[in-house]
């Protein structure tokens, strides 16, 4: 059977910050949200993914649309 996995949450910052929006870095040119099955994501004990957005203008457009919505990430062997 081909490997399928799903992961579904909100664009949310990095544990523990957990305020349901995406996390800035490099002064506002990088958005990063992380999805993981449990929280904390524990990187030696379970897959989790990270959506992340670099913009050198710091507007993000695409990634604004996501912000504190739900969304579903699938990875699918093919």
């Known amino acids: 059977m081909p490997f399928k996995k799903v992961f579904e949450g909100f664009c949310e910052t ?3 910050e957990n305020c349901r929006k995406f996390k800035e870095e ?3 040119q990088a958005l990063i949200a992380t999805i993981s ?3 904390p994501p524990n990187p ?6 990270r959506i992340q957005s670099w913009d050198e203008n710091c ?3 695409e990634a604004r649309q ?5 969304v579903r990430v699938t990875i699918e062997e093919i």
């Open 26 to 28: 490099d002064g506002g």
């Open 14 to 16: 990095d544990w523990p």
């Open 66 to 70: 996501i912000e504190g919505k739900r």
């Open 44 to 49: 030696q004990g379970q897959m989790f993914v």
């Open 59 to 61: 507007e993000h457009r």
């Open 37 to 39: 099955d449990e929280a």
